[in-house]
């Protein structure tokens, strides 16, 4: 997780930069557009990664000791 975020802060700016200089004459709104799209794509893995990387919780491990 912490590789990720690492890759993701230097590669993240770079990459919304670029977009937002080639679509500022388009309009300035469509980068905030792309943003939002890669954000819904992105979040359920990122929340998935997440729980995989955090191990199995206390009332999962009694559920299944019990």
Same mark, same amino acid.
């Given at each position: 997780?912490?590789?990720?975020?690492?890759?993701?802060?230097?590669?993240?700016? /770079?990459?919304?930069? =670029?977009?937002?200089? @080639?679509?500022?004459?388009?309009?300035?709104?469509?980068? %905030?557009?792309?943003?939002? +799209?890669?954000?819904? /794509?992105?979040?359920? =893995?990122?929340?998935? @990664?997440?729980?995989?990387?955090?191990?199995?919780?206390? %009332?999962?491990?009694?559920? +299944?000791?019990?």
């Amino acid at each position: 997780m912490v590789r990720t975020a690492g890759v993701s802060g230097i590669v993240g700016p /770079l990459a919304f930069t =670029a977009l937002y200089g @080639a679509t500022i004459d388009a309009g300035d709104g469509w980068v %905030w557009v792309c943003g939002t +799209v890669l954000y819904v /794509l992105c979040a359920p =893995a990122f929340e998935r @990664a997440a729980r995989e990387c955090a191990g199995p919780t206390r %009332w999962r491990d009694r559920a +299944v000791h019990d």
